[in-house]
């Protein structure tokens, strides 16, 4: 059986995480209710959401030839899966579309 994680929602209104996808949630329900390991939890929502689109010659893992679709963490999700929301970087298709500022942003 393929679980296959991925939402395009944002979170309920009154709830404090409006700004943050339902995937983030999601993500950590798959791991501390339905008992996958951080890192099957990851690939359900990126390798195995490729496959089950049909997308996996493009999307799904990072390799040479694929777009370069990526999201870069400050934190590890794979000792904490609540660490996919310390987001520093996205990329769509190889470019920069949002980055954090580091921990020094506000020194001059």
Known sequence: ???????????????????????HRELELLVTLAGLSPA????????DAAVVLGAQRIRGTIE???????????DNPLLDIRHTRSIQLVMKRGRVVESAPGPDADRH
Do not use: Q, Y
């Open 1 to 23: 059986m393929t679980i296959v994680a991925g939402t395009d929602t944002l979170g309920a209104a009154g709830s404090d995480s409006l700004t943050l996808p339902n995937l």
């Open 40 to 47: 099957d939890a990851l690939e359900s929502a990126t390798r």
């Open 64 to 74: 040479v030839g694929k777009l370069a679709d990526v999201v870069v963490l400050r």
